[in-house]
Each structure stands twice: as C-alpha cells, then as structure tokens.
C-alpha cells in the first residue's frame, strides 16, 4: 500500500467535570487526511484545506510533530517518505480537538501505512506529542476519543492508562460553536492551579458519578454528575452568553450543558435525536438573537474512532 486516506473525528473533552481525563468523540464532523509515500525519506506536507495558515514545515505541524513522535519509537530507517495532505473540518481555537483530529488521522494513517506496527490504543502516546507542540501541555483527553471512539477516560497519564467507557447507544450531542477563536494555551493559563479540597471531592465524586452514570445507562445520574466546578466557572466568562445557552439547553430537555474542552464550544447531551434538535434550536435562537455566528452540530457518539475511508 503506497497510500491511505483516513477520517478522525472531532471530540468533546473534558465532558464537564473530567478536566484532561474525559472525552468523547462526535459523529458529524472530523478531519480527512490522505498520506502518501515518497520516494525521499523525511515527512513533507503538500497542502492543508480549510485552515490555510497553519504550518507546514513537519516540525511545527501536529500532524507530523505526532507521526515523528512513533517513527522515533519504531527506531526504523525509513526507506522513503511521506507526504500529508490535511482536510481540515474541524476550525482550529473551536474547543472540539482540531488539533487532536489532525494528530489522530497522522498517527493512524502512518501506523496503516506501515502495515500496524503499533495497536489502536498505543498510538494515544504518539497522537499526545501533537497537542504538547499545539497547546504546550501533552493532554490525552481529545486525542484518545478521536482514535479509539466512543467515551474513553485516561486513568492516569503515567503511566498512561486509557479506558474505553460503556455508554447508552442512545445518547446523542448537540454542539454549538459561537465563532470567536480561543487558544487552549490561553484557555489553559487562566484556571487555578490550586483546588480547595472542598471543590476537589465535588469534582471527583462526579467523575465517578458520570463514568457509573454511562455504565448503568442512568440518565438522571449522568445529568447529576455533568457538573464542573473547577474549569467552567473560570473559563465560561471567554464564552458569550454561556450561562443563557446552558439554561436554554437545559430548559429544552438536555440532561447537562458544559463547555467542550476549552471552549468556546459548548455541548449538551440527550437520550435522542429529537431532544438533541430541540437543544440545537435553543442554541441556534439564543445566538441569533444576540447577531452572533454560531454552528450547531447534533451528533450521536462515534463508537469507531479514526478509521480508513479509502
Ligand atoms: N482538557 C483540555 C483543556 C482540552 O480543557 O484544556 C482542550 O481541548
């Protein structure tokens, strides 16, 4: 095989109360990535559509600074080259592992490419070195959602320990994204960097509430666990009317309304399609009226993760 393409989808980290543990990935959206060989040896990037800016010398790209990340683990002497061509659907600075997409699809791709020298969930580690050169810290909680699928929650970062979570097939995601840009670098700087204990137990006691929630398929249990007290007080004062969209969401059914990874995105999640449509509204109305852009995307979790299109 002298070439792959391959789709990874966008995701929603954090997924309220789990800061850099939890995530989720979306079905609606994602990034498209078609790598080829070369006859060259080193990592090339002929074009990226869709976010014309960013970098395409391989240092500085997610993409390659991720695949670079597991070609130095094989410890092999790669005999040709490879060249990427990024198809980039998920806007950067939008909270929903733009970045993330990108390093999955490289990492998978190459891993594809390279006949799978590497299991799915190995290539978590390699995908993270994309989100440190992207937002300086090596966070887990998008990357390993857009390969692996589904709900997954790092355990512990080391050593890295990722779970793949059960959940009802049922539940669905609606996400707004109100178009402003903000960085997680910034998104990650202004949060405290000491918990009272009090905050803490409040924290953890939901974590463990969503993750029992998911398992038992309990609604009400995963609305009452879908609560953060450590990122979202902090960084929805970035987000134009979140607390407006967090009360629409949660006046048209939504179980819980948080904000996705670093914002400005913010998601909301129902047990079906057609209470997931009604948030979609809520939001779509709640933006307008105050003249603001806003995209909204209803999704049902992707159970797949970063898979070959062709
Ligand atoms: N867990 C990361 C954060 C996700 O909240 O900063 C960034 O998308």
């Known amino acids: 095989m002298d070439q792959i ?25 994602g990034d498209e990535l078609t790598v080829r060989k070369t006859e060259t040896p080193g990592l090339t990037i002929s074009s990226i559509h869709g976010a014309e ?33 990024l198809t980039k659907k998920v806007a950067p600075g939008s909270g929903l592992g733009s970045s993330a997409s990108s390093s999955a699809a490289a990492v998978f791709a190459v891993n594809s490419l390279l006949d799978e020298p590497f299991e799915k969930k190995e290539l978590v580690q390699f995908a993270m070195m994309g989100e440190k050169a992207a937002s300086g810290v090596a966070h887990a909680d998008n990357v390993a959602p857009s390969i692996l699928g589904g709900f997954t929650l790092v355990r512990s970062y080391s050593p ?84 407006e969209a967090k009360e629409a969401a949660l006046n048209s059914g939504a179980l819980g309304c948080s904000i996705s990874g670093s914002g400005p995105s913010i998601f909301a999640l129902t047990t079906n399609f057609e209470q997931a449509e009604e948030v979609a509204k809520a939001f779509s109305d709640l933006y307008r009226e105050h003249s603001i852009d806003a995209i909204v995307y209803v999704s049902s979790v992707n159970p797949v993760g970063a898979e070959v299109i062709s």
Not at 61 to 69: H, L, R
């Open 5 to 29: 393409k391959v789709f990874a989808p966008a995701t929603v980290a954090n997924v309220g109360c789990g800061f850099d543990i939890l995530g989720l990935a979306l079905n609606s959206v």
């Open 160 to 243: 890295l320990d990722v779970i793949k979570l059960d959940y009802p097939k049922e539940l669905y995601v609606t996400v707004v994204h109100p178009q402003i840009e903000v960085k997680t670098s910034d998104s990650k700087k202004i949060l405290r960097k000491d918990i009272p204990l009090h905050d803490a137990i409040t924290q953890w006691g939901n974590v463990g509430g969503l993750v029992a929630g998911l398992a038992k398929g309990d609604y009400d249990l995963i609305g009452r666990s879908l609560v953060d007290v450590v990122a979202e007080p902090v960084r929805s004062m970035l987000i134009p009317y979140f607390n």
């Open 53 to 85: 800016y960013l970098p395409k010398e391989p240092e500085k790209n997610v993409a390659t600074v991720a695949v670079q990340a597991l070609i130095d683990a094989l410890e092999w002497e790669l005999d040709f080259g490879l060249d990427f061509e």
